[in-house]
Each structure stands twice: as C-alpha cells, then as structure tokens.
C-alpha cells in the first residue's frame, strides 16, 4: 500500500483528536451517571426520606442518630404499664362446686365452704345485629285529615342502617386501612348481615360530608397557633399523582389532597396564607414565599442528608468531600444535646454555630466533580445562608429539634396507598384527607376513635372549643 501523505496524516489526527474528545464527554457522562445511580442505590431510610419499608429485606442494621440516654431497654421504674386485671363486678358469675372429696371419696354436699378462688375470662359475647322497628302511626281527624307521626332524626328510609354499624364501617375502611371490599367482608362476618363495597362507600361519603364544620374549625385553630408543622406526601387520585398536605399542632390536625405540591396547594388549604407563628418543615421552597412567618427547619432532614455525603464519600482519597458533613453532624448533635437540659449558654452556642458555619463553607467550595458534587455543594450552602433556622430549637424554646410530628400525620397515606394503589377518585382522596383529619385530632383529645366516628355517623361530630 502506498505510504499516506502528510496532508492524510494531518487529517488522520486530528479525526482521531476529535473523536477522543468525544470518548472523554461520554466517559464524564457515564461517569456522572454512574455516580447518580451508585448514590439512588445507596440510598436508605438512615441516609435520605427514604420510608423504612423501601429498604427492603436486605436493609441495613439501624443506626440511630441518637445518644445513648443511660436508661434500660423498655419500661422505666415508676412507669404504671397496662394489664388485664379482675373486676370487682363482673357480669356473669358462675359457681363451680366440688362433689365428691379427693382424699377419702365422700360426699362434699353438706361440708362446710373455706373459701373461693376467683377466676375471670373476658370474653365477647355472641355478635349480632339488632333489629329496631319504628312504627310511624297514621291517625285520621274528625275532620278528615291523616297525620302520621315524625320518625326520629336519622330513620327515614323502610330499612337502613344504624349510626353504630356505620361508625364500625368507617373505622375499619379509614381507621384500620382495610381494603373497601375487605371491610365489606369483616362486616358481614363479624355482624352476619350482608354489607356491599357501595354500602362501605356510601357511608363513608356520608361522614366525609358532615365534617365541613369540623375542617373550619380546626383550619382555623391551627392557622392561630404559634408552632404548627407542615408537610406533604405524594398520594395517586383519579389515577394521578397528587399531594396529601398536612399542617398540625399538638392538639390538631388538617390534612388536604390538591394536584400540586407547591403554593397553590398551601394557599388552597388556607392555613399557611393566615400563619404567622413559627413553622416547623423541611427545606421545600414554597414554604419561604410566605415573608410572614418564621422558620424552623427540621435537623432530622439534613442530617439524613449529610449522612448520604459522608456514605458516598467514605472511600474519597479528599477528606474535605466528607469531612465538612461530618463536623455539621458532630456539632448538630452536640447543640441538641446541651438544649436538652434547659436554656443552651450562649458562649456555647456560639462556638458550635461557628464550627457549623465554616464547616458548611468548606462543603460549599470543595470541587467534588459531577452532579452528585454539585448537590452536595448545594446543601453546604443551604446549610451556611439558613443557619439561624436549622438553630431555631437553640434560640427559641417553642421550636423543635425536628419535624417528625409532621411525617407522622401523613405516614399513614403510605400504608393506604400501599394497601388500595391509592384512590379512585379526587372526590374519595379528598373525604380520606378529611376523616384522617378527624380521627387525628380527636385521638390527640383523649377521644376513643369509634366514639368519635359515632358522634359523626349520627349527625353530632365533634368540635373544637372555639373560645
């Protein structure tokens, strides 16, 4: 073969020199993705929001954040506990006599009574329906007219049913989380009368309905408070994804289901816009467009997010693409500590804020490559410009270390989405907000769950004072 010239040669390199260009963006490409995907398949409960029962069987052992508190496992000395325990009127007793003695064999009929041992069983007694019949008499006046007797409040149809087989129907369905069908069949099990899914449906539609009241009310109530924490959950509706927002106190709770996650949402739940205490969340944006309030913002967030700094970082030959997270985590941690035993000393908080701060700036300015690099740079200096609201449990007794109280309230969309696929309908996401709402609110007022949805199944739901 003829020897190439140098004008091919020329063009030979600088193809070559072109195309590893090329090689090396999609090398740093695939490398960046290989990071993102590393890092999602890290991630667990311990190091994101991750919910615990995403991990998996081959979770992790726990790690908790916690110190050790110097107590032992279990009830502490003094703690009452609860156990089954004899009543002094039972309802049925029954005598159980000897007849013959074991010694000698003789008869025990005319012997003499020494004493009683005492031997309960508590016990359900057989279930069945009751069946009340309302005869609504007609009687005709000398004047030619029938007048038939009013029927009491609630019994207007020849057969339905009562407000306490309702209230069992709601509490299994929204208070238990059984399936509409599998609490269809419960009921018809249990009570050995037929009970359809559309039945289930219908009254619980029934008692979403009467809770406007209510809803109001406590929108009200914690709108007026001077901590409330908020937070929201993706939930499907209609066969889309929506949002379960929740907004809750120590005393109540009001949960909503919008299409958005953001402002729109917070301003259709109308607590948020009327706020003007200190508001306990996690870093999502639409929660600082409202100037009025004050913020706190929740450490259990961001130490999940520092441990996922230090986890993907763990092996890095730069100790400063980790060792900024983890002196934020040590000094986090040494400030809840000292808050724990009243009122921190300013030189004290003082010191911590100022390691936590140039910690955060380290993290800020650390040239980790790729978009995992780039996100952790983010929150290093999300932590260094909002300081004062991660401190907030440090400088204000009213606010709280973290905003589990928050993803508390919402925890249980989890389980009904995880139970039903979600909801049917916008309509049916909407009275399940509601009703978690009520039982919610009432719980947290000593009210016995069923109790409470029986004051709601028979038209009287409870309420908040409003005074």
């Avoid at 991990?55 to 703690?79: E, F």
């Avoid at 099990?189 to 406590?218: M, N």
């Avoid at 499907?236 to 953001?262: E, N, P, Q, V």
């Avoid at 402002?263 to 870093?283: C, K, Q, S, W, Y």
Wanted: charged content about 20%; aromatic content about 6%.
């Amino acid at each position: 073969m003829p020897k190439p010239t140098y004008e091919e040669l020329a063009d030979l390199v600088v193809a070559l020199k072109s195309h590893l260009v090329d090689l090396e963006a999609r090398i740093a490409r695939q490398d960046a993705r290989i990071a993102e995907l590393e890092r999602q398949v890290a991630a667990t409960s311990r190091n994101s929001s991750k919910p615990p029962s995403s991990d998996g069987l081959a979770k992790p052992n726990p790690k908790s954040l916690r110190g050790k508190s110097g107590r032992k496992p279990g009830g502490q000395s003094g703690h009452g506990g609860q156990t089954l325990a004899q009543v002094s009127d039972p309802d049925e007793v029954l005598r159980h006599e000897p007849t013959r003695c074991r010694g000698c064999g003789a008869g025990l009929g005319r012997a003499p009574e020494v004493g009683v041992a005492r031997r309960q069983v508590f016990d359900l007694p057989p279930i069945s329906i009751r069946v009340t019949e309302h005869e609504l008499v007609s009687r005709r006046c000398r004047c030619g007219v029938t007048t038939t007797a009013d029927g009491p409040a609630g019994v207007n149809a020849p057969v339905q049913y009562g407000p306490r087989i309702k209230a069992v129907m709601v509490y299994l369905y929204m208070g238990q989380y059984l399936s509409k069908h599998r609490t269809a069949v419960a009921m018809s099990e249990l009570f050995g009368t037929p009970v359809s899914d559309g039945t289930v449906s219908a009254a619980t539609a029934r008692a979403a309905g009467d809770l406007g009241g209510f809803c109001a009310a406590v929108t009200k109530k914690i709108a007026g408070a001077d901590v409330a924490h908020f937070d929201e959950t993706g939930f499907r509706a209609d066969g889309k994804l929506h949002w379960l927002h929740s907004a809750s106190t120590t005393m109540f709770t009001m949960i909503t289901c919008h299409r958005r996650r953001g402002r729109e949402a917070m301003n259709a739940a109308g607590i948020l816009p009327a706020f003007t205490g200190i508001a306990v969340h996690d870093a999502w944006a639409p929660y600082d467009t409202y100037p009025q309030i004050t913020h706190a913002l929740c450490n259990a967030h961001v130490l999940r997010e520092l441990i996922a700094v230090t986890d993907h970082h763990a092996h890095s030959p730069d100790p400063n693409s980790w060792c900024w997270a983890a002196q934020v985590i040590d000094n986090l941690l040494a400030i809840k500590t000292l808050t724990q035993d009243g009122p921190i000393d300013p030189g004290s908080l003082v010191r911590h804020r100022e390691l936590l701060v140039h910690a955060a700036r380290i993290g800020a300015t650390t040239p980790t490559p790729g978009p995992v690099g780039a996100k952790h740079r983010a929150l290093a200096r999300r932590i260094d410009r909002r300081i004062e609201d991660y401190l907030r449990f440090a400088t204000d007794p009213r606010a709280p270390w973290d905003n589990n109280a928050a993803e508390r309230e919402i925890r249980m969309a989890k389980l009904r989405q995880k139970i039903s696929g979600g909801m049917r309908t916008l309509t049916g996401a909407q009275h399940f907000a509601a009703l978690r709402s009520y039982l919610a609110t009432t719980a947290k007022h000593g009210i016995n769950g069923l109790d409470a949805l029986t004051q709601l199944t028979t038209g009287n739901p409870w309420q908040p004072q409003m005074t």
